[in-house]
């Protein structure tokens, strides 16, 4: 056990960073300009139409002025960011052999299944990750569920593409999307047929791309009617390879009678800003359902958003942020209830330690017309010590009076009265603490799926260890 | 005088109760007993205007004048009272600013004087104390923060108050214990009497020890499957409700 | 204004009062009262910054009920150990009254306390904003916040908006909040009906009572419960 826990303050966030700027785009380009727009699109051979909505976002991008609210942005210097590399350019595939010893073993001891591993490391072995991915794409061809990355979406499915990409979030909503919408690459592709069930969780890292980087990764899930699906997104160890800003979408279409959910942690290292955009938009009846963890990067402003635009439709947000040293975890919900008898459910919890900040931002939008609107909001934060921070900014904008909305929130440290009882049954104050938080974010965890729930329990426990003493 | 003819409720497209009829002469006692879920509940909401549940045949006659279309106000000051089984809360509306509205309404509408303020006060103190409720309840947030037993005793006050013509009690039995019980079934007792009928809906025996019924009915499954005289109660405590499912008619 | 070290006073303010800066000197007593039941054509506005020292105790009402536009911004700063606030504001709207309310509450003295309450009835095309915030800073140690906002909400043209904050930077400290929307609850209207209780009148006895309880213990109580009974008349 003292092995493991040495370790694991040794291991900080440094080594990461060190790692990234080695093998760091050689000859790539920095900056952004419309030159490079063209050059994305023409190396992707992308239909026309694709090109013109590049360059329409880059217009927007460069109007629009930055959020007026949340963590301070001013670090970000877009002429500074590498937006886009060649497959090659990029040396994203080092030996498993060149990958620190202290990189292998977190890993190890989160237990990340063999393959995943590689990845993280940019160790490039998508040999086995492929083999996995072909056996699974056999399977769903069968029922006609497409699970195809985005770029390769787009040349085999260019029509479905067109219906739907960048309708759910366009390139007007914020200068993020228009930024996305501009150099995005690589990302997710699925289409869930009407009446398919895909009972097994598609997962992220079955299609994986070398040329991706990642940082402006496009996912787009269509959900017909009355099918269900069920995707986990991300890594829940540090990636490697860091870039310095992430402004991924994620566009899901829940229609009539389906079900989506969407889960994901999120676990960039130091430098990064992740400025990821999430929304779906739920149809009669449908359900989404959002499951994320927040636990790295050093500035993360990121609002999963579900717009219930179909009568009888529901959503559920389920999170948790851990904000550690020099991290502002800024995240929280946004709802919008357009249609009439629909529900939501949010419940959020953080943990901020050793001058952590988590902010909880959420929005509750219940428009003229949604009737029979229920929702119920719960966002809790434990503070660990006395220079953690945490706010809560709740905006509840009710425009109906045929509405049950309730919000509760508590802020504070672990109650005195659980340590003392959970000490009285021998236990010593790290491992009461360790058992409290637990009991914390277990709601939440509990909705996760297996493999992600026992990572994000281990990930939280190294968070807890690194940096000295609990508490 | 009170007729339940043939009556069908659903909720949410749901059917409870399928096609129940029921004849209550002024004076009679009636009680009805079933196994939970026999819609016991839905019956007494039913009749007093329950908005959630849907009558989709049926009538529910008092004197003559079918009662379905109306709603919950206009039942109460027909003569229709329900003794709840969870009272609910009002917080902010005190014990005596609720029941000195409610009196008013119905004296209203039988053109009985109004009794000023005080009268008024007097009245609800001594009815307070006859069912042994501190008079500090005047005051009290009507049914916040109340017990069992005080809830219950509070509804057959506002029966006593409003003097209906058909009485429903709601399980009014349940939760309480002995001695609450003996105040509350002596104070149905009082209120029994050759003009009014009482309806008492008990899923157990032990209050028709204190109260005599009439007539016996049980319900099983959304239908009245047996009625019979007070002997029928005690055959349902020695012998439970399972020797009657088969009189059950299916959908 | 300051209100002298052990003293207990008393203060009514009127809608005309504007911009008021107070300091509560160390354990003194404020008990602060402001009232707004303007005609409906007016515009109101008041600001208020208040001050406490040590030990100071501040037990704050605002009713707001008049006006066209009406404004309320309160910033109080518990800056002496021990202070405390227990502010409540009720609103009523109707019509196409629109109320904006803005209290900001900073403790920064250790072992301070804010009870922050607002409720409010809008009806009509009225509307409402209520932007509340309590900041506990680091130096608060021990300090306890509470913030709760609560809405009825009678007419389907009524609009609300409500902020609750809490920023807080320090963990040696308890904080909640709780805000509600909801229109009037269908049970507890079926309950007064029960009782013979016409729908409408059902609907004003229970927003009596959803307002009563914030403002029963206050001086002028009947002042007020009178005022309100004149609006929900109105409904």
């Not at chain 1, 940019?122 to 006609?144: D, F, T």
């Not at chain 2, 049914?143 to 809830?151: P, R």
């Not at chain 2, 499954?221 to 055959?235: H, R, T």
């Not at chain 3, 509600?180 to 079926?190: A, G, P």
């Amino acid at each position: 056990m003292t092995a493991t826990l040495n370790y694991i303050k040794d291991l900080n966030r440094e080594t990461l960073d060190k790692a990234n700027s080695t093998h760091y785009m050689k000859g790539a380009r920095k900056g952004l300009s419309r030159e490079l727009v063209e050059y994305i699109s023409k190396e992707k051979n992308e239909p026309r139409w694709m090109l013109e909505h590049r360059l329409k976002s880059l217009e927007v991008f460069l109007k629009k002025p930055m959020p007026s609210f949340g963590p301070d942005l001013s670090g970000l210097d877009f002429d500074d960011i590498i937006y886009y590399a060649k497959p090659g350019e990029v040396t994203n595939a080092h030996s498993w052999d060149q990958v620190p010893e202290d990189i292998k073993r977190t890993f190890e001891r989160l237990g990340i299944p063999e393959a995943e591993r590689k990845y993280l490391a940019g160790a490039g072995a998508q040999y086995e990750s492929k083999n996995v991915y072909h056996r699974l794409k056999e399977k769903w061809s069968k029922v006609n569920v497409i699970f195809e990355d985005m770029d390769t979406a787009l040349q085999l499915y260019p029509e479905l593409v067109q219906q739907y990409f960048m309708k759910c979030v366009t390139m007007h909503d914020h200068k993020f999307a228009a930024l996305h919408g501009a150099v995005w690459s690589g990302g997710t592709f699925i289409y869930i047929p009407a009446g398919v069930n895909v009972n097994q969780p598609l997962q992220a890292y079955f299609r994986m791309n070398a040329s991706s980087m990642g940082q402006f990764e496009h996912t787009l899930i269509i959900v017909e009617k009355g099918a269900q699906g069920n995707y986990i997104e991300g890594c829940s160890a540090a990636k490697y390879e860091t870039p310095s800003i992430h402004a991924g979408l994620v566009e899901i279409f829940v229609k009539e009678d389906a079900r989506f959910r969407y889960s994901s942690v999120e676990n960039w290292s130091r430098n990064t800003y992740n400025l990821n955009t999430k929304r779906a938009i739920v149809e009669k009846n449908g359900v989404m359902e959002w499951i994320g963890g927040n636990m790295g990067s050093g500035c993360t402003m990121l609002y999963p958003c579900s717009v219930l635009r179909g009568e009888g439709s529901s959503a559920d947000h389920l999170g948790i942020a851990f904000a550690n040293t020099n991290q502002i975890q800024d995240t929280g919900a946004k709802v919008i209830h357009v249609a009439p008898n629909t529900t939501s459910k949010v419940v959020m919890k953080s943990l901020s330690k050793n001058g952590g900040k988590a902010v909880y931002r959420g929005l509750l939008n219940i428009l003229k017309g949604a009737k029979g609107a229920k929702s119920q909001i719960k966002c809790d934060a434990l503070i660990l010590d006395d220079h953690s921070v945490s706010d809560t900014v709740p905006d509840m904008k009710i425009a109906e009076n045929d509405v049950s909305i309730g919000h509760e929130a508590s802020v504070g440290k672990i109650s005195e009265e659980q340590l003392f009882y959970a000490m009285s049954r021998g236990l010593c104050e790290d491992e009461a603490t360790a058992l409290i938080v637990n009991g914390f974010i277990e709601p939440i965890v509990k909705a996760m799926p297996l493999e992600y729930a026992v990572e994000m329990n281990r990930l939280i426990e190294l968070e807890m260890e690194s940096a000295g003493a609990v508490g | 005088m009170f007729s339940i003819k043939n009556l069908k409720v659903s909720i949410n497209e749901k059917p409870i109760l399928q096609g129940l009829s029921l004849k209550i002469k002024p004076g009679e006692i009636h009680a009805i007993m079933g196994p939970n879920g026999s819609g016991k509940s839905t019956l007494a909401n039913t009749i007093m205007g329950h908005p959630k549940y849907t009558i989709s045949h049926g009538e529910i006659l008092m004197d003559g004048e079918n009662l379905v279309s109306l709603k919950a106000d206009k039942r109460a000051r027909a003569g229709v009272f329900l003794a709840f089984q969870y009272p609910k809360e009002i917080p902010g509306v005190t014990v005596l600013s609720f029941l000195q509205m409610a009196v008013a309404a119905v004296r209203k509408v039988r053109g009985e004087p109004q009794l000023n303020p005080i009268e008024f006060r007097k009245l609800l103190r001594s009815l307070l104390a006859e069912f042994s409720l501190d008079a500090k309840f005047m005051n009290r947030y009507i049914n916040e923060g109340f017990s069992g037993g005080e809830k219950k005793k509070m509804e057959i006050l506002q029966m006593a108050l409003l003097e209906p013509k058909i009485a429903v009690l709601d399980e009014t039995d349940s939760g309480l214990d002995v001695d609450a019980l003996k105040i509350v079934a002596e104070g149905i007792n009082r209120l029994a009497s050759p003009k009014r009928g009482i309806l008492l809906i008990t899923h157990y025996q032990r209050i028709l020890h204190y109260i005599k019924p009439h007539f016996v009915h049980v319900m099983i499954e959304g239908q009245i499957v047996k009625s019979g005289g007070p002997e029928l109660a005690q055959q349902l405590e020695q012998e439970g409700y399972d020797w009657l499912r088969p009189l059950v008619t299916p959908l | 204004m300051i209100i002298p070290r052990h003293s207990t006073k008393e203060l009514i303010l009127k809608h005309d009062a504007g911009v008021m800066e107070i300091r509560q000197e160390p354990f003194s007593k404020l008990r602060l009262m402001y009232f707004q039941n303007g005609s409906t054509s007016n515009e109101n506005s008041v600001e208020l910054r208040i001050i406490l020292d040590e030990g100071a105790d501040l037990n704050c009402f605002f009713g707001m009920l008049g006006g066209m536009a009406s404004r309320l911004v309160v910033e109080t700063r518990l800056e002496g150990i021990g202070s405390r606030v227990r502010q409540r504001t009720l609103y009523f709207g109707n019509g196409e009254q629109s109320f904006i309310m803005i209290s900001n509450t900073v403790l920064s003295g250790r072992e301070t306390s804010a009870e922050i309450e607002s409720k409010g009835i809008l009806a009509g095309s009225s509307q409402a904003r209520f932007d509340g915030n309590i900041h506990i800073q680091q130096t608060a140690k021990q300090s306890k916040g509470r913030l709760d906002e609560h809405t009825l909400l009678l007419s389907p043209h009524a609009k609300m908006n409500a902020i609750p904050g809490l920023k807080i930077d320090t963990n040696d400290v308890k904080a909640t909040h709780a805000a509600s929307m909801t229109r009037v609850d269908d049970e507890q209207l079926f309950y007064a009906e029960s009782r013979g209780i016409e729908e409408h009148e059902a609907v004003r006895l229970i927003a009596e009572g959803f307002l009563a309880g914030l403002y029963k213990d206050m001086p002028f109580m009947e002042n007020m419960h009178q005022l309100i009974q004149e609006k929900i008349w109105q409904l």
